[in-house]
């Protein structure tokens, strides 16, 4: 059996010897030395107390033997130094831990200085409302394991676990009512539900902040970063600058940190000397000289964390597929400057995609200050009292009107199609990936998405 040596004294010994009583199985003999008398009464875990001076070497020398571990845990300075000096001088290569008030300092590759002011300190500040709640002692313990509280108002609220991009970190367990869920892609998450997240330390840090944020965040969850592709030989001059006015409108008006343009087939034309000069001013747009082909490269999506991918109708059409495995947001572009559109439109009569994307939805409105229209139109539902409810608590909550028309004997597309001043969300499911047959025959609005074409659309992974 391994033996282990535990130094301790003051009440801490009593708390602790009564903890380790708790613990079974543990496979070690315990022989405790503390200076104050201790009654401890167990019958599970092995040990033997001594009650005497752990600072006296003849003292410690009588009780050793071949310990796998020692252990100081003592409420004074000096006393816990002179216990390591008579400990090491009895064995120069017994492991030793010591828990540390003071900042104690040993060149002992055998001593480990366990911080104790810096493990209560942070043990305290957890207590605090809006305090990122890391693991110490499993794993690493530098933050890769975190407990996050989902307040009212998160735009992780009441979202598909499915919805939420997790690019170097991801959910693994929901707590709700005491009790424990397991992460399924289907699971909603709710207001005040904790949810234990792991992951690179620095982007769960990120994560955190993201969720404790009430509005104005998007394009996060998706990402951080808008990009652009531009084609300058197969794109017109007014969709190029269409898709150059808009990056850079939704960089100033967005969370976005940053909008990257990459130009390719470069052509001399007023455009040329328009991308020019701003490649002086902004050290993201890039003019790739090698590559000629439209080509949509996941990994640098990846690498630059982008979160919403502007294109045109036709590069859309043609790449909708390798779109849709970005599982990002994509803007189409329309006819007008987007600073141009005034109201949002969404089109749906799916409780759970609306659920799903709503608060995406709200709070990309509200940062371009866009009036928000749902049209829910289902000729065969006739109660609409739930999905009314919901987005008036959305409503509430990020305090923004929300116009609801539930209408079922005229179909919105009818009265819509001839616009082009609005931004239409459309939730991008792997049906929009058939062909526009199969689409003409289904009554799901999101499959006719194209006869808005002459709009800005905001295709929302919902898959």
């Not at 960089?251 to 087939?265: D, G, P, S, Y």
């Not at 052509?267 to 890039?286: G, P």
């Not at 859309?316 to 559109?341: A, M, N, R």
Request: hydrophobic letters at 40%.
């Amino acid at each position: 059996m391994n033996n282990v040596l535990i130094i301790i004294d003051g009440i801490l010994a009593k708390h602790f010897l009564e903890r380790l009583c708790f613990e079974n199985g543990l496979g070690y003999f315990f022989t405790i030395i503390s200076p104050n008398a201790l009654s401890i009464e167990s019958s599970n875990t092995p040990f033997e107390i001594h009650h005497f001076d752990p600072t006296s070497r003849p003292r410690l020398e009588l009780i050793m033997k071949d310990y796998k571990l020692a252990f100081i845990y003592m409420r004074d300075k000096f006393n816990t130094q002179k216990s390591y000096e008579a400990l090491r001088s009895l064995d120069l290569n017994l492991e030793i831990d010591i828990m540390d008030f003071w900042g104690l300092s040993f060149e002992d590759k055998n001593c480990h200085i366990i911080d104790g002011r810096t493990t209560l300190t942070k043990r305290l500040v957890d207590y605090l409302p809006d305090i990122a709640k890391t693991a110490q002692y499993i794993g690493l313990g530098t933050g890769e394991i975190m407990d996050v509280k989902i307040p009212i108002g998160s735009i992780f609220a009441y979202r598909h676990i499915s919805s939420i991009q997790q690019k170097r970190w991801r959910i693994v367990l929901i707590y709700r009512d005491s009790k424990i869920n397991f992460v399924r892609p289907s699971f909603v998450l709710q207001p005040n539900d904790r949810i234990l997240i792991v992951g690179d330390p620095i982007v769960l840090q990120n994560v955190f902040r993201i969720i404790k944020a009430n509005e104005g965040q998007f394009p996060v969850p998706f990402g951080s970063n808008i990009f652009t592709l531009i084609d300058m030989v197969n794109m017109s001059e007014k969709t190029q600058i269409l898709l150059i006015k808009t990056s850079l409108y939704l960089r100033q008006k967005t969370n976005a940190k940053k909008a990257f343009i990459r130009v390719i087939n470069p052509t001399l034309n007023e455009n040329y000397s328009l991308i020019k000069k701003l490649i002086d001013e902004n050290e993201n747009i890039i003019i790739d000289y090698k590559n000629t082909k439209f080509n949509i490269d996941k990994e640098r999506i990846k690498n630059h964390d982008i979160g919403l991918f502007l294109t045109d109708t036709n590069h859309f059409e043609k790449f909708k597929k390798s779109f849709f495995e970005l599982k990002i947001p994509i803007l189409k572009v329309g006819e007008i400057d987007f600073e141009e559109v005034r109201q949002s439109v969404i089109l749906s009569a799916n409780e759970s995609e609306l659920e799903n994307q709503a608060n995406v939805i709200i709070d990309l409105s509200k940062q371009l200050n866009l009036s928000v229209n749902l049209h829910y139109y289902n000729p065969n539902i006739k109660d609409t009292s739930g999905i009314k409810e919901y987005f008036a608590s959305l409503s509430k909550l990020y305090e923004k009107h929300i116009n609801i028309n539930d209408k079922n004997d005229i179909n919105p597309l009818l009265t819509l199609c001839d616009e082009n001043n609005l931004l239409h969300f459309v939730f991008f499911e792997k049906k929009l990936l058939k062909s526009k047959i199969h689409r003409n025959l289904s009554v799901n609005l999101n499959k006719h998405y194209y006869k808005m074409s002459k709009n800005y659309q905001l295709f929302i992974p919902a898959d």
